[in-house]
């Protein structure tokens, strides 16, 4: 409502802002996009990353409850559509796709269907509001989401993809050892291509070496190819990739043994998953969702091994 400029509830956002932020002026919605208590929009989409796999366990722990369970989930995906996110948006609704996925298998009774068929009509009008309303925006972000040297729609997504072609251009100079960890920032200056330094404020700033400014990697996957080579990508990629697989083959075992671990099982999956893209476009090891996720997957395949 606020985002529309309706501003019934604007008096108590002002209230509870300075409560939850230290900035003095307000900025629940900052240019447009729902950041909720986070620094910024995109930070919303990493907590929420971790979040939604734990709010779709309530489909399997609480399926009678099935009114409730997809407004929730109808609310995140609205939270996360206006906080403006391209790659949240790709990302929690891939978490979304594959749970339900992995559920397709389980037997659905009559009953459960039957509920399915009353909810559908408002979760479908929800939906058409929400197009109706949000239709130009939604084209927006549609076209958002690919790169065009032309548009100027595009800018952030140039300096996202011109600074990740910049770090594998280190990492084909450097391919065995890199450049050093955490030193790509530095190299990033004579690597910048010029059609993203003309297209892009941004990267005229990261490269303007009298600046303070710390160029962003975007990538945890090409930062370690230009910072320590393309062995130690290659390995941070797999194990992520072996640990997703890994909990698939033992979700299905615990099926047999236990309710409560198929459950952590799918969660840990889902998320694990959704940190592999999250890292696609996030440069830093400091997700607090993606250790807690790991350690969770590591005591279920230890219990797995000791049963």
Not at 206 to 213: D, G, K, R, S, V
Request: glycine share 4%.
């Amino acid at each position: 409502m606020h985002i529309y400029h309706i501003e019934l509830f604007t008096p108590f956002l002002k209230s509870i802002d300075p409560i939850i932020r230290t900035g003095q002026k307000f900025h629940y919605v900052a240019y447009g996009r729902i950041r909720s208590i986070t620094p910024e929009p995109p930070f919303l989409t990493l907590y929420l990353v971790f979040a939604v796999p734990w709010l779709l366990s309530y489909f399997l722990t609480q399926p009678g409850k099935l009114f409730r369970n997809c407004f929730l989930l109808l609310s995140i995906l609205v939270l996360v559509y206006f906080s403006g996110s391209r790659s949240g948006l790709v990302i929690i609704s891939l978490q979304v796709i594959l749970f339900f996925a992995l559920q397709v298998k389980r037997r659905i009774t009559g009953r459960k269907f039957k509920k399915a068929i009353y909810l559908s009509p408002f979760i479908l009008a929800a939906l058409a509001i929400m197009l109706y309303v949000s239709s130009d925006k939604i084209i927006e972000r549609i076209k958002s989401i690919s790169v065009s040297e032309d548009s100027n729609l595009q800018e952030s997504s140039i300096s996202r993809w011109s600074t990740q072609e910049a770090a594998l251009e280190i990492a084909l100079d450097n391919p065995v050892f890199g450049v050093g960890f955490g030193q790509q920032g530095f190299y990033f200056p004579a690597y910048y291509s010029i059609w993203s330094y003309n297209n892009s404020y941004e990267i005229r700033n990261w490269a303007n070496t009298n600046l303070p400014i710390w160029p962003p990697g975007f990538s945890m996957f090409t930062r370690l190819a230009a910072e320590t080579g393309f062995f130690t990508a290659f390995f941070f990629f797999a194990i992520n990739l072996l640990l997703a697989l890994k909990l698939f083959l033992i979700r299905k075992r615990f099926k047999a043994q236990s309710f409560v671990l198929t459950i952590l099982a799918t969660i840990s999956l889902i998320t694990i998953v959704g940190y592999i893209f999250v890292y696609l476009q996030w440069d830093s090891f400091r997700l607090t969702g993606y250790w807690l996720a790991l350690s969770l997957s590591i005591i279920l395949i230890k219990n797995e091994r000791s049963s």
